[in-house]
């Protein structure tokens, strides 16, 4: 049926054929067996190539981080338990910090501005960009340029962390695999999104966090469900080749303790995800308005990310705690060390009064918030989802300080508030809240929060509502330019023949000779009369053919009746274009009476042309509906 549609509008104007040309053609669902017969190879290689890439990445930036800001700058950031110790060491030459942030942006932003540009900014939404707008196409030198420059970005003290490059690195992954193998654009998207979820999966070492992720990173209200097994295979695959060098532990340690037991937690939730929500919007609102403003200095774009870093390292002189990606921060969050929280200006002895603590936890996610900014914003090399964590746990660590200086006595457990509130800030602000709580559950070895984190999350994700920190993603398939040309031809489907069939129509009663009929087809330029008897009931229908079969000396001694086909095709008001055209096409003919169904009585005519001009003025107009849309969700 689709190659007969395809072979009619091929002979119609140009119109139809830009029109068609944009759309995909739907191909027959393949069997189950030949799906994965098909994608388990594909999946394995992709699993493979991201798991040494993740790995890749995860060395690379230890050496970065080593050299830039503890040999260069003498701060040794805390690191999660399950990627080293959660010692702090202060700088001694603290001055240090803007020179050593800044020389990381510049080398990152010579790197890219030569190399590749596209490796600029968050990895995570360039890869979200290639699936929708670039056919799955990633030049093979961007995951190379993204790994070392996001390398720098981070390790030299960038707000930033590592999902943006892994992300890319897992896109570009998927990219090269698919074309050595010859794939066709659709199936290149989804080994895009499944290197995606490979990467994701890998370093953060949580392979079915990851893999939804892949699937639901890409919209705000959907799932790219194609992506799920490819990307379910190619994740478990990355996540066991980079274990096994790095480790298997969670990178987070949670103490036992932190479990759901008292239904209290549940409200409790609920202001976190209103909180975590508010805090969302800040923080994309806050990302893309100074990106806006570093778009607009008139300064070469490779300085960009050096002035980015360089105030990034003043704010870092008095708050060492917003450099990289600040896991380790977290970590402490987590188990409630908050020795060096204030430090290195505050005594770090003992822990601070809670008073003081309550005003370093509402000041940190705010500077962390501008930190990121600065470094992604300004074009540096990084991603967004590191920082997020961070925001999201502190203001669930804020919430509980307030909840304990409100109600000593009240029994709430810190470690629970700081992974829900990593779970719900990033699900509301990223759109994605069902991969982000199984990813945190993994990343901290916790399964036992699901109830309270799915109220929280979900409320940050109502009150986010359009902003997202990602505005490559668009609302579901429909949307989408990678899925546009599969939902677009069942529009036939949505447009009735009393809408576009022609009302005058022109016609000719039985007895009238073949003589008349060719004399009015040939005055009007139409090749078909439809033809009625004297109560408007449709009877026959004459052609051009027909009467060219007739010799034309003998034409108007002949009646339309003797030559008329009275095996009539006829179409019905309500009946779809699509039901229609189908018609038209089983039956090679190129237009279509419209009779009313209860009297037989002419009441109109379709034609080829009519369908084809109501589709494409259709198409257009959904086209026009969707960039409008878009560009007011971008800007509100």
Same mark, same amino acid.
């Given at each position: 049926?689709?190659?007969?549609?395809?072979?009619?509008?091929?002979?119609?104007?140009?119109?139809?054929?830009?029109?068609?040309?944009?759309?995909?053609?739907?191909?027959?669902?393949?069997?189950?067996?030949?799906?994965?017969?098909?994608?388990?190879?594909?999946?394995?290689?992709?699993?493979?190539?991201?798991?040494?890439?993740?790995?890749?990445?995860?060395?690379?930036?230890?050496?970065?981080?080593?050299?830039?800001?503890?040999?260069?700058?003498?701060?040794?950031?805390?690191?999660?338990?399950?990627?080293?110790?959660?010692?702090?060491?202060?700088?001694?030459?603290?001055?240090?910090?803007?020179?050593?942030?800044?020389?990381?942006?510049?080398?990152?932003?010579?790197?890219?501005?030569?190399?590749?540009?596209?490796?600029?900014?968050?990895?995570?939404?360039?890869?979200?960009?290639?699936?929708?707008?670039?056919?799955?196409?990633?030049?093979?030198?961007?995951?190379?340029?993204?790994?070392?420059?996001?390398?720098?970005?981070?390790?030299?003290?960038?707000?930033?962390?590592?999902?943006?490059?892994?992300?890319?690195?897992?896109?570009?992954?998927?990219?090269?695999?698919?074309?050595?193998?010859?794939?066709?654009?659709?199936?290149?998207?989804?080994?895009?999104?499944?290197?995606?979820?490979?990467?994701?999966?890998?370093?953060?070492?949580? +392979?079915?966090?990851?893999? @939804? &992720?892949?699937?639901? %990173? #890409?919209? $705000? !209200?959907?799932?790219?469900?194609? *992506? =799920?097994?490819?990307?379910?295979?190619?994740?478990?695959?990355?996540?066991?080749?980079?274990?096994?060098?790095?480790?298997?532990?969670?990178?987070?340690?949670?103490?036992?303790?932190?479990?759901?037991?008292?239904?209290?937690?549940?409200?409790?939730?609920?202001?976190?995800?209103?909180?975590?929500?508010?805090?969302?919007?800040?923080?994309?609102?806050?990302?893309?308005?100074?990106?806006?403003?570093?778009?607009?200095?008139?300064?070469?774009?490779?300085?960009?990310?050096?002035?980015?870093?360089?105030?990034?390292?003043?704010?870092?002189?008095?708050?060492?705690?917003?450099?990289?990606?600040?896991?380790?921060?977290?970590?402490?969050?987590?188990?409630?060390?908050?020795?060096?929280?204030?430090?290195?200006?505050?005594?770090?002895?003992?822990?601070? +009064?809670?008073?003081?603590? @309550? &005003?370093?936890?509402? %000041? #940190?996610? $705010? !500077?962390?918030?501008?930190?990121? *900014? =600065?470094?992604?914003?300004?074009?540096?090399?990084?991603?967004?989802?590191?920082?997020?964590?961070?925001?999201?746990?502190?203001?669930?660590?804020?919430?509980?300080?307030?909840?304990?200086?409100?109600?000593?006595?009240?029994?709430?457990?810190?470690?629970?508030?700081?992974?829900?509130?990593?779970?719900?800030?990033?699900?509301?602000?990223?759109?994605?809240?069902?991969?982000?709580?199984?990813?945190?559950?993994?990343?901290?070895?916790?399964?036992?929060?699901?109830?309270?984190?799915?109220?929280?999350?979900?409320?940050?994700?109502?009150?986010?509502?359009?902003?997202?920190?990602?505005?490559?993603?668009?609302?579901?398939?429909?949307?989408?330019?990678?899925?546009?040309?599969?939902?677009?031809?069942?529009?036939?489907?949505?447009?009735?023949?009393?809408?576009?069939?022609?009302?005058?129509?022109?016609?000719?009663?039985?007895?009238?000779?073949?003589?008349?009929?060719?004399?009015?087809?040939?005055?009007?330029?139409?090749?078909?009369?439809?033809?009625?008897?004297?109560?408007?009931?449709?009877?026959?229908?004459?052609?051009?053919?027909?009467?060219?079969?007739?010799?034309?000396?003998?034409?108007?001694?002949?009646?339309?009746?003797?030559?008329?086909?009275?095996?009539?095709?006829?179409?019905?008001?309500?009946?779809?274009?699509?039901?229609?055209?189908?018609?038209?096409?089983?039956?090679?003919?190129?237009?279509?009476?419209?009779?009313?169904?209860?009297?037989?009585?002419?009441?109109?005519?379709?034609?080829?042309?009519?369908?084809?001009?109501?589709?494409?003025?259709?198409?257009?107009?959904?086209?026009?509906?969707?960039?409008?849309?878009?560009?007011?969700?971008?800007?509100?």
């Amino acid at each position: 049926m689709c190659h007969r549609i395809k072979d009619a509008l091929d002979n119609g104007n140009a119109k139809a054929r830009v029109i068609h040309a944009m759309t995909y053609e739907r191909r027959s669902a393949p069997g189950i067996l030949t799906y994965l017969e098909k994608w388990i190879p594909i999946s394995v290689l992709i699993g493979i190539f991201c798991g040494f890439g993740a790995i890749v990445l995860y060395k690379f930036l230890e050496l970065c981080v080593h050299f830039f800001l503890w040999e260069l700058a003498g701060y040794h950031p805390p690191a999660p338990a399950g990627e080293g110790s959660t010692k702090v060491i202060f700088s001694n030459k603290a001055l240090l910090i803007p020179l050593v942030t800044t020389l990381g942006g510049l080398i990152s932003g010579v790197i890219v501005y030569k190399l590749a540009p596209e490796a600029e900014g968050d990895g995570t939404e360039a890869a979200i960009n290639v699936f929708h707008n670039k056919g799955g196409y990633v030049r093979p030198q961007v995951p190379l340029v993204k790994l070392v420059t996001s390398s720098i970005t981070i390790g030299s003290g960038g707000s930033a962390g590592r999902e943006g490059p892994i992300a890319q690195i897992g896109a570009g992954c998927g990219s090269l695999i698919s074309r050595l193998l010859k794939l066709n654009a659709h199936d290149r998207r989804i080994a895009v999104a499944a290197g995606v979820g490979a990467g994701m999966g890998a370093i953060f070492r949580a +392979p079915l966090g990851g893999a @939804i &992720l892949a699937a639901e %990173i #890409l919209y $705000l !209200a959907d799932f790219e469900v194609e *992506a =799920l097994i490819p990307a379910f295979i190619a994740s478990v695959i990355a996540y066991s080749i980079f274990a096994s060098i790095v480790g298997w532990s969670p990178i987070f340690l949670c103490p036992e303790e932190s479990i759901f037991l008292d239904p209290v937690m549940l409200l409790l939730s609920a202001i976190l995800g209103i909180m975590c929500g508010l805090y969302g919007i800040l923080y994309a609102k806050t990302f893309y308005y100074v990106s806006e403003k570093f778009h607009e200095l008139p300064i070469p774009r490779y300085a960009k990310p050096a002035l980015g870093g360089l105030l990034v390292g003043i704010m870092g002189i008095f708050m060492p705690q917003i450099l990289g990606t600040g896991y380790g921060w977290l970590q402490l969050l987590i188990l409630g060390d908050f020795s060096d929280i204030g430090a290195p200006y505050i005594s770090s002895s003992s822990p601070p +009064p809670m008073y003081m603590l @309550i &005003l370093i936890l509402t %000041i #940190l996610p $705010l !500077a962390k918030i501008l930190a990121t *900014a =600065l470094t992604v914003g300004s074009g540096g090399s990084g991603g967004v989802f590191a920082p997020a964590l961070v925001i999201g746990g502190c203001v669930g660590a804020l919430l509980w300080a307030i909840c304990k200086c409100l109600y000593p006595d009240l029994n709430i457990s810190l470690p629970v508030f700081v992974v829900i509130g990593m779970m719900a800030f990033f699900g509301g602000v990223g759109k994605v809240p069902i991969a982000v709580i199984l990813m945190v559950s993994e990343m901290t070895g916790t399964y036992t929060l699901l109830a309270p984190s799915m109220i929280a999350t979900v409320l940050a994700y109502v009150i986010t509502g359009k902003n997202t920190i990602f505005p490559s993603q668009v609302r579901s398939r429909a949307d989408s330019p990678a899925h546009r040309g599969e939902f677009y031809i069942p529009l036939l489907r949505t447009i009735l023949v009393e809408d576009v069939m022609t009302r005058e129509v022109i016609t000719i009663e039985p007895e009238a000779s073949l003589s008349k009929a060719a004399g009015i087809m040939s005055q009007k330029g139409i090749k078909g009369l439809p033809v009625v008897d004297r109560n408007e009931n449709l009877v026959g229908i004459v052609t051009l053919m027909d009467v060219l079969k007739v010799p034309a000396e003998v034409r108007s001694e002949v009646q339309v009746k003797e030559v008329m086909s009275r095996r009539l095709i006829v179409t019905y008001p309500k009946e779809t274009l699509f039901d229609a055209f189908d018609k038209m096409v089983k039956n090679n003919i190129g237009r279509l009476p419209v009779v009313d169904p209860q009297t037989n009585k002419l009441v109109g005519i379709i034609t080829r042309g009519d369908i084809r001009r109501a589709y494409s003025d259709r198409l257009f107009e959904m086209l026009s509906e969707w960039t409008s849309t878009e560009s007011v969700d971008f800007l509100s």
